[in-house]
């Protein structure tokens, strides 16, 4: 009988809660990517703009850049990769999605920094590329590490360096979260592109996709999160950080996104009581509300940052 119930407390919580922490939450290292080679999202969405992503991408691994590196509060280095278009220009700090890399997801970030006459920094967010670590937290640790980056940025340009912090996907709910820390008055806004507005709510949502029980699969990837990862699903969120945040924020998302539902940035959008824009991409997919309608997109942020006072 002993023995029994052994067995069930080791199924119940040690061996679900590892199979959901590696379903989840377990980064594998990849390997370096060849020069012909290109991560390109099997999506439909993504495989009809593959020629604009891997021009991208091509930009991004010929245009000069700088190798730049920090430590993480738990001590991890990460990695980033830093494109000037100005000397003296804002620096948009840009976190890129789940399982993504900075390469992969930001690329044509780039380009729209560019096109603002700002600079870029895409970094590879803990675990992924060639920012060391074993698991992604769904901003829990990401939204520390933004700190981390900021202190990076400005003891390398000086105290006047004006930031903005941009994310897509979870790298955007990794930049609102970061809105519940106190952060330098260089930060002049948050850019979150199809944010969710929960780790919890995300991951509910997936898991009722995938036509399983929420509340008998939920509390197994919680419980392996804390075991195995080290962090608490639920410490904390972008709505919850909505309380603290005292940055602007401008919130795009695609009214196509299936994966991410955009009234997941209508929430975040509803609880921020900063100065704010929402502006829903018609007929966009996940992360594509950018390369859908640029126009649209630039636009929206000059006019948000004349809105807010921002000008350099």
């Known amino acids: 009988m002993i023995f029994i119930a052994l067995g069930v407390i080791l199924v119940?919580?040690?061996?679900?809660?590892f199979a959901c922490y590696l379903r989840v939450f377990y980064l594998k290292r990849q390997k370096p990517l060849k020069p012909d080679e290109y991560a390109i999202p099997e999506e439909e969405?993504?495989?009809?703009?593959?020629?604009?992503?891997?021009?991208?991408?091509?930009?991004?691994?010929?245009?000069?850049?700088?190798v730049f590196e920090t430590t993480s509060f738990d001590g991890l280095k990460l990695t980033g990769k830093y494109y000037e278009k100005a000397k003296g220009a804002?620096?948009?700090?840009?976190?890129?999605?789940?399982?993504?890399?900075?390469?992969?997801?930001?690329?044509?970030g780039i380009e729209r920094c560019f096109a603002l006459n700002r600079n870029a920094l895409i970094v590879d967010q803990r675990g992924a590329g060639n920012s060391q670590g074993k698991s992604t937290t769904f901003g829990v640790k990401e939204s520390?590490?933004?700190?981390?980056?900021?202190?990076?940025?400005?003891?390398?340009?000086?105290?006047?360096?004006?930031?903005?912090?941009?994310?897509?996907?979870?790298?955007?709910?990794?930049?609102?979260?970061?809105?519940?820390?106190?952060?330098?008055?260089?930060?002049?806004?948050?850019?979150?592109?199809?944010?969710?507005?929960?780790?919890?709510?995300?991951?509910?949502?997936?898991?009722?996709?995938?036509?399983?029980?929420?509340?008998?699969?939920?509390?197994?990837?919680?419980?392996?999160?804390?075991?195995?990862?080290?962090?608490?699903?639920?410490?904390?969120?972008?709505?919850l950080?909505?309380?603290?945040?005292?940055?602007?924020?401008?919130?795009?998302?695609?009214d196509k996104d299936g994966f991410v539902p955009s009234y997941m940035s209508k929430e975040v959008f509803e609880k921020c009581k900063t100065a704010k824009k929402l502006v829903l991409i018609s007929g966009a997919g996940h992360g594509l509300a950018y390369p859908l309608?640029?126009?649209?997109?630039l636009n929206s942020i000059r006019e948000f940052e004349n809105s807010i006072g921002f000008k350099y």
């Open 144 to 239: 520390k590490d933004c700190l981390s980056w900021i202190n990076f940025v400005l003891s390398r340009f000086g105290n006047g360096v004006e930031i903005i912090l941009t994310g897509i996907s979870m790298g955007g709910a990794t930049v609102l979260t970061a809105t519940e820390y106190d952060l330098p008055k260089n930060v002049k806004y948050v850019l979150a592109d199809c944010s969710y507005s929960s780790a919890e709510k995300i991951i509910k949502k997936v898991i009722t996709d995938m036509l399983l029980p929420v509340k008998l699969a939920y509390p197994f990837v919680k419980l392996g999160g804390k075991i195995f990862g080290g962090f608490n699903l639920e410490s904390t969120s972008p709505l």
């Open 45 to 66: 969405d993504y495989l009809k703009i593959k020629d604009q992503l891997i021009k991208w991408i091509d930009f991004a691994r010929s245009h000069p850049y700088e």
């Open 241 to 254: 950080a909505m309380e603290k945040c005292t940055v602007p924020v401008i919130f795009f998302h695609g």
């Open 12 to 17: 119940f919580f040690v061996i679900i809660p």
């Open 90 to 108: 804002p620096i948009e700090i840009m976190f890129h999605g789940y399982k993504g890399t900075g390469e992969r997801d930001l690329s044509g």
């Open 293 to 297: 309608d640029k126009e649209l997109y």
